[in-house]
């Protein structure tokens, strides 16, 4: 009887322990709800940059929340299904800190099968329109810069080149082509000279720790992107109400290429300019740091950004809450192929 009840204290605090021992700073409670929760998984996680874009997702039929949330390092994990399928909605707040951060805790913490993310964005492709939710294929980080000492050139090496940390492969503006009072009083140089686009620095996860690789353009999941082509013909909303609705019908687009920094862009001649540059389509502060950790984490991702604006007007939060909800219904859409997909296989 003694050895019995010895036993079960044993066994007690092996159970309780457990969860602090394999996670070593997460408190014991909140660590027996991520293996409580795990147990449900595999989960789609769904990263959002804001409350603005995360409510209609919350306010949706298609969203059943089960009510469980955990919230962990100040984020908020929420957990509930859409068309069925068990998912994971996190906010991240705003820029790529908070997005890396963000996405990394989801797929550190949880069983996590693949990462969707969308919200709105700025458009730099002269076919696309506001209202229209572009799915491009490649992302990259654009605000990883060398800036080059004043007087220096194109054909000048640049500060640490040599020890591969730096490299002019990838290309470089120069300053000098746009209008800045920063200049040279005497010589009417431009003092803000060149900068030169760097790849980021990664560490995947079956890679060798500390020994870094280099990533720019950073794919999407081949079978999320598949499965996404099939929403190019989705009915999307273009009026706010009765009156006032865009002039031009939104659609779901596949494009190449998006680019994100934490830099909000309201500035013409830098759209133009990585457009022309990098053929990119849109703009936003947030998914290349998804796009890069699911990367690294070799965990499937995709992002689905509605445009909400172009740069060529002030920012109009009339049609904002029109791209929204049509970004919206597409996650939605994309999750309900995706469990058809999944079947079919
Ligand atoms: C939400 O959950 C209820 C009860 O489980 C179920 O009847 C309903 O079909 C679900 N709705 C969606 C959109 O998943
Ligand atoms: C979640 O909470 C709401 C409001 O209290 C309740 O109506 C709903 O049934 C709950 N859902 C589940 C799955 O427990
Ligand atoms: C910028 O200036 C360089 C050299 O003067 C020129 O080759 C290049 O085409 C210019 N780029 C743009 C975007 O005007
Ligand atoms: C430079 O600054 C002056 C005075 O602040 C302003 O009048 C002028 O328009 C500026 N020029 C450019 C090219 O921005
Ligand atoms: C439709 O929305 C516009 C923009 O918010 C507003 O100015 C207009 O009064 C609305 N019209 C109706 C019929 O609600
Ligand atoms: C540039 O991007 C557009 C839009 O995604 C694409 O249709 C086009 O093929 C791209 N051009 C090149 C040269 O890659
Ligand atoms: C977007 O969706 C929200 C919540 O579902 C709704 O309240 C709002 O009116 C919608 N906005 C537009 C412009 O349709
Ligand atoms: C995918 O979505 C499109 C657009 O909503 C729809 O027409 C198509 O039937 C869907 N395909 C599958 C396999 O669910």
Redesign the pocket.
Known sequence: MKAFRVLVIFLYVLVTLEPQETNAEIDGKTGKLINQANENGPYLGVVIPNLFEMNPLLESSSFNSTNLTIDFAGRRFRFGTIENKEVILVLTGLGMINAGITTQLLVSLFDVEGVLHYGIAGNV?PSLNIGDVAIPQYWSHHALWNWQRYGDGPDDELALEVNGDYTREIGYIKFANYSTNITNCNSHDNLLNNVWYQPEEVFPIDGTPEERQHAFWVPIDTHYFEISKKLEGMKLDGCINSTTCLSTTPKVAS???GASASIFIENAAYRSFIQGKF?V?VVDMESAAVALVCFQQRVPFITFRALSGDGSARPSTTFASLAVNNSVRVVVEFIKNFSAYLTQM
């Open positions: 492709n494009v190449l290429r053929n389509s």
